[in-house]
């Protein structure tokens, strides 16, 4: 899923290349993306370009005066950028926004339909697309440490919760945990506020790198290869390969369709966390701790 820095950088590109156009159709393809009756889809054609705004993993397009398009792009909706009246490819292609001088298209891997798109009218219906995260860079320390307080949930849980803090994924909460030295099932409550200030600090500082290190990347064109799967991620995405920092091999917790890396030398103490589906399956020969898993790693020929 598109977290804060993918979001933040097609919402600048989106500001700097649409100015001063008009959206003259769209062009939807499938029916399950529009999740909105009133007001229709056709009464943003024709409508002057407003500017567009992050809400919290939303991107929303706006137009004069007061129309709105909450894009949701879930885990594999992308945004893409062509020429005018470019056709929307093959079994990807959702929906198409045709401008004067460009075409956004909206499209989306695999079978699942899971993005989906709102029209709103006015501020007070826009507002009812935000989770009620609150932002890292808008808000201050202490009442983002509130919002950690919250219920006591897993590091995990509070970090990618749209409710509590807003633009963080699966992604990024692996890179933050990381770069903390914090387990993802540790306690919000075992926390005191002087840690979880350092952790929204962390937030903070891991989001900003990494927005900035893509918008160097990226330069005056428009995000066309977003994914939770970096080239200098410290964690995410890393399963097996050594640690950045110790060396040791990074870990994963597969749950359902997502998947948690940590390296448990940084950040576990060197226990190893179980995963529900090997732990199932192995049972009492899950091994407890990184030296386990490492006495029983093949030993390499000389």
């Given amino acids: 899923m598109p977290e804060f820095p993918d979001v933040e950088l097609y ?3 989106l500001n700097a290349q649409l100015s001063g156009q008009t959206l003259r159709r769209v062009r939807l393809r499938s029916a399950f993306l529009l999740r909105s009756v009133e007001p229709p889809l056709a009464a943003v054609e024709g409508a002057r370009w407003r500017g567009a705004r992050r809400i919290g993993k939303r991107v929303v397009l706006g137009f004069e005066p007061d129309l709105f398009l909450v894009i949701h792009l879930m885990i594999a909706g992308r945004l893409r950028w062509r020429a005018p009246g470019a056709g929307l490819p093959g079994k990807r292609g959702l929906a198409a926004f045709d401008f004067d001088d460009a075409a956004l298209l909206l499209t ?3 079978a699942k339909r899971r993005a989906s798109l709102h029209v709103v009218r006015g501020e007070d219906a826009l507002a009812e697309h935000d989770p009620g995260g609150l932002e890292l860079f808008e808000r201050d320390t202490a009442e983002l440490v509130a919002a950690l307080r919250r219920g006591n ?5 509070a ?4 409710r509590l803090l807003a633009g963080i994924g699966n992604a ?4 933050i945990l990381h770069r903390a030295r914090r387990s993802p ?4 409550g075992n926390l005191s506020d002087a840690e979880l200030a350092q952790l929204v600090e962390t937030c903070r500082d891991v989001l900003r790198e ?3 290190r893509l918008r160097a990347e990226l330069g005056d064109a428009f995000p066309e290869k977003v994914t939770a799967f970096r080239e200098g991620m410290a964690a995410h995405g ?3 390969k050594p640690c950045p920092v110790c060396a040791s091999p990074i870990q994963r917790i597969v749950r359902k369709d997502t998947e948690t890396n940590y390296c448990a030398r940084c950040q576990t103490g060197g226990k190893l966390l179980a995963d529900r589906a090997l732990s199932k399956l192995l049972r009492e020969d899950w091994p407890a701790r990184l030296e386990d898993l490492e006495r029983r790693a093949p030993k390499r020929d000389a």
Wanted: net charge negative; aromatic share 14%; hydrophobic share 15%.
């Fill in 172 to 175: 990024y909460s692996d890179e």
């Fill in 108 to 110: 989306e891997e695999g």
């Fill in 159 to 162: 970090l990618t919760d749209p």
């Fill in 185 to 188: 099932f540790q306690r919000t």
């Fill in 238 to 240: 890393r399963y097996g």
């Fill in 11 to 13: 919402v600048e590109r």
């Fill in 153 to 157: 949930h897993t590091l995990k849980r």
């Fill in 210 to 212: 990494w927005t900035e």
